[in-house]
Every structure is written in C-alpha cells, then in structure tokens.
Nanobody, 114 residues
C-alpha cells in the first residue's frame, strides 16, 4: 500500500485548500478511505471517511460543513476540499485505509495563520 498526500501549505484564516492523495498497491475502488490529522502535541484525529463507491461520506463535527471528501476511482485519487479554514485546522493531514490512521501516507502540512 502506498499513499502520497499533496496540496498542503500556508493559508490565511477563511481560506481554502484542496488536498490530494495518490494511491497505489491495492485495489483502490474496493476500499473505504479516510483523512486523519495530527496537530502539534495532539493525538491523531479522524477527520472524514468515504465509502468505496463515494456514495457515503462522514465528517468529524469539527469540520462538518467546511470540508468535503471525494474520490476518483478512475484516477486512484482521494481528495479533501477544505474551506473556511481556521487556525485549529493546522495539522499534518494524512490519507489512510483505516479510520484510526494506522495505514497512512507520509502526510502533508496544513498551516492556517495570518
């Protein structure tokens, strides 16, 4: 399993970012997938999940209404559209094949700061 995240960066509060996760080494279209994050000094936190077809999505209360998870099974890619970002969203974001994040990529840093 290989998961490679990209799209992170520095953004001002209220701004947007779109994260991508390129996957390989497994049958992408057969798996539910997840985004998790880890803020400095904090535990890994589940952010969002999507089922194998993309027909069902779930979000942590802290991001509901601001973040949107999506997938393109033809491109083996998972996405996370993040809008209305706040400083508390600052973290390393990982895509994962399990909701606890045990099998995750190397991560992409998102920093929300003015």
């Amino acid at each position: 399993v290989q998961l490679v995240e990209s799209g992170g960066g520095l953004v001002q509060p209220g701004g947007s970012l779109r994260l991508s996760c390129a996957a390989s080494g497994f049958v992408f279209s057969a798996y539910s997938l997840y985004w998790v994050r880890q803020a400095p000094g904090k535990r890994l936190e589940w952010v969002s999940g999507i089922n194998y077809r993309g027909s069902t999505t779930n979000y942590a209360d802290s991001v509901k209404g601001r973040f949107t998870i999506a997938r393109d099974n033809a491109k083996n890619t998972l996405y996370l559209q993040m809008n209305s970002l706040i400083p508390e969203d600052t973290a390393v974001y990982y895509c994962a094949t399990d909701p606890t994040g045990q099998s995750r990529g190397q991560g992409t840093q998102v920093t929300v700061s003015s």
